[in-house]
């Protein structure tokens, strides 16, 4: 069992900067693959960033690739969403998960997880 603890978020204006993070419990950390998700009011949850277990492999959508950084400190347990250069339509609760392999294939082509946090707001003002 993997529990996932996000913070960081808060009401920013646009062009601004936010960084989240997410702690996991657990000693095993650098065998779960690791993302970020998103849902805005009224749409589906889906995959904003993902980072291979051991930290090789990141994968962005379009939407935020190039303004986003994904990482992690497999040392610290800790997986972090370096946000730059936020707009309006970047405002969602955003959610880290854990998936039980390696690799984040089941993120990207599924949008799954084995493991979810409770969410942290991030609100961005125009």
């Known amino acids: 069992q993997v529990q996932l603890v996000e913070s960081g978020g808060g009401l920013v204006q646009t062009g601004d900067s936010l960084r989240l993070s997410c702690v996991a419990s657990?000693?095993?950390?650098?065998?779960?693959?690791m993302g970020w998700f998103r849902q805005a009011p009224g749409k589906e949850r889906w995959l904003v960033a993902a980072?291979?277990?051991?930290?090789?492999?990141?994968y962005y959508s379009d939407s935020v690739n190039g303004r986003f950084t994904i990482s992690r400190d497999n040392a610290k347990n800790t997986m972090y969403l370096q946000m730059n250069s936020l707009k309006s339509e970047d405002t969602a609760v955003y959610y880290c998960?854990?998936?039980?392999?390696?690799?984040?294939?089941?993120?990207?082509?599924?949008?799954?997880?084995?493991?979810w946090g409770q969410g942290t707001q991030v609100t961005v003002s125009s």
């Open positions: 998960a854990a998936d039980n392999n390696y690799n984040y294939n089941d993120m990207v082509r599924g949008g799954t997880a084995d493991y």
């Open positions: 657990g000693r095993t950390f650098n065998r779960y693959a």
């Open positions: 980072i291979s277990g051991l930290g090789g492999s990141i």
